[in-house]
Every structure is written in structure tokens, then in C-alpha cells.
């Protein structure tokens, strides 16, 4: 499945960081350690919430008031995990949500 795509802001997780829903299903939030790994402070790309570890991608992050406009996400590809470049792009205001565009 395309990361592109347009994500409408759906409010506020019990955190305080925004969450992001597209059309097709994913999500966009900022994921708190729903697994045993330890790794919490990431911004994800999931087609569920808190889903023990299985998500599209994400990127460590401190910030969670707004997730990066432009860093290196780590995407789930077939041969594993790669570093990939996403650039999230406002939508008009109208729309007022972020678009991944990888």
C-alpha cells in the first residue's frame, strides 16, 4: 500500500499529540511503547492503533506536537526495514491535515 495519501486530523490522542487518519485507513500518531522492545517517542504510519509492533513506518521522534515535515522514516519494504525520506506536506486549509509523500 502507498504511503501517499492525504491524512485528515482526527484529534488529539490521550498523550496530547494529534492523530492523522487517511481515506484508505492509516494512521499517523505518536505511538506510545505498545510492545516489549522499549522503543516508545516515534511518530507511525499504521493502518491500526497501538498494534503491538506492526506498523508501515516510523521515525524516532521527541516532538510530539506536530510530527517531521521532512525526515528519514524507517518503512517496513519486502526485504525488511529501510530508511526511506518522507516529506509531509500541509493540504490546503480547508483540508488541514498532513500528507506523507515518500
Not at 494512521?27 to 517517542?41: A, E
Request: hydrophobic share 35%; proline share 10%.
Amino acid at each position: 500500500m502507498s504511503l501517499t495519501q492525504d491524512y485528515f486530523y482526527l484529534g488529539n490522542t490521550e498523550n496530547g499529540s494529534p492523530m492523522y487518519r487517511s481515506a484508505a485507513g492509516q494512521y499517523i500518531y505518536y505511538g506510545p511503547d505498545c510492545t516489549s522492545d522499549g522503543q516508545g517517542n516515534k511518530w507511525i504510519i499504521s493502518p491500526a492503533l497501538c498494534s503491538s509492533g506492526y506498523y508501515d513506518a516510523y521515525v524516532t521522534s521527541v516532538h510530539i506536537g506536530m510530527p517531521p515535515s521532512r525526515d528519514a522514516w524507517f518503512m517496513s519494504c519486502s526485504d525488511g526495514w529501510r530508511e526511506v525520506n518522507i516529506t509531509l506536506l500541509p493540504l490546503p486549509p480547508t483540508m488541514a491535515a498532513p500528507v506523507a509523500v515518500p
